[in-house]
């Protein structure tokens, strides 16, 4: 008999240690770099923390009931009287799931509403456009004038509003350590605010299914400290190649690109050719007008 409990002793911890197995380093996730995760972080913990409360609560309820209440010699034949019903337990157990809820939506509503605007007002944020593509990541630097593919450097410390879209399926942007992930759209714009805590590398990738290669839709955050930004900025002016639409048209095309850079951006050609369509039309205000500028920003983002 001893013998046995301690096999079952020894069998019970098995799955604890195939768990911990996994910790030797933190999920991405888990691992907050900028005050975006952080908060996110937190807001994991406190449900994570809050749902483990609940689930201890009930077990310990569960376990009391079986052992008060189960049936013994002396109650064999016991038989409880009719009841019409009990207001205030009804109350409370219609009371407990409200609470719960509140507790966990009121945290949640609120973070969510604080992450659309940049963690801080004594930083300006810079704008970076970010265009999604099978199966690559196109950056745009519209105020430096540079754009790159598959990599992205910021300057740790100062809030980043990336204004998302896409160019065919849906994907979803994501850098885990610095926050969570928001979907780029054909023909919409989305925002995101991160920022980084520290320089360093971030992973990046996309979470949404968008074909065949999606798993190697990777990118890299690089951040910096504020001067080596801008000499990077500077470096890619004067060394990097331009970018022209039959290029971009080329990288547009369904497959895997390595990294890129470029001294200039293709926001100059689109805007260029929304402003031509927005007068060739003589609408200058109205749903019509914006359909158009649609229209062809979606035509060149697709190189016809």
């Not at 030797?24 to 770099?33: D, G, Q, S």
């Not at 095309?253 to 689109?270: A, Y």
């Amino acid at each position: 008999m001893a013998m046995k409990r301690a096999i079952w002793r020894a069998l019970s911890v098995l799955p604890l240690l195939f768990l911990l197995g996994g910790c030797v380093e933190r999920t991405a996730v888990l691992n907050p770099e900028g005050p975006v995760a952080r908060t996110q972080y937190d807001l994991i913990m406190w449900s994570v923390g809050f749902m483990l409360f609940i689930i201890v609560v009930v077990f310990t309820l569960f376990t009391v009931v079986l052992i008060r209440y189960r049936e013994k010699p002396g109650n064999a034949d016991y038989e409880p009287p009719d009841e019409e019903g009990n207001t205030l337990l009804e109350v409370v157990w219609t009371a407990i799931p409200i609470l719960i809820v509140a507790a966990l939506a009121v945290p949640t509503v609120k973070a969510t509403f604080a992450l659309e605007k940049p963690p801080t007002d004594q930083v300006e944020p810079i704008t970076i456009h970010v265009t999604a593509a099978n199966w690559k990541w196109i950056f745009s630097y519209p105020e430096e004038n540079i754009e790159t593919v598959n990599y992205v450097h910021i300057p740790a410390g100062v809030p980043v509003k990336f204004k998302l879209t896409s160019v065919g399926p849906m994907n979803s942007f994501w850098v885990p350590e610095l926050g969570g992930q928001k979907y780029a759209m054909d023909g919409m714009e989305t925002e995101l605010i991160l920022q980084a805590d520290k320089p360093g590398s971030y992973m990046g990738r996309s979470a949404n299914f968008s074909g065949e290669k999606f798993a190697h839709m990777e990118f890299e955050v690089i951040a910096q400290k504020g001067d080596d930004f801008k000499q990077w900025v500077n470096e890619v002016k004067q060394t990097a190649p331009k970018l022209n639409e039959e290029k971009y048209a080329q990288i547009l095309k369904p497959g895997l690109v390595g990294r890129m850079t470029f001294s200039n951006t293709h926001l100059e050609w689109i805007d260029h050719a929304q402003q031509n369509s927005h007068h060739a039309d003589g609408k200058s205000t109205g749903e019509d007008g914006g359909q158009d500028h649609e229209t062809a920003r979606d035509n060149h983002h697709h190189g016809e």
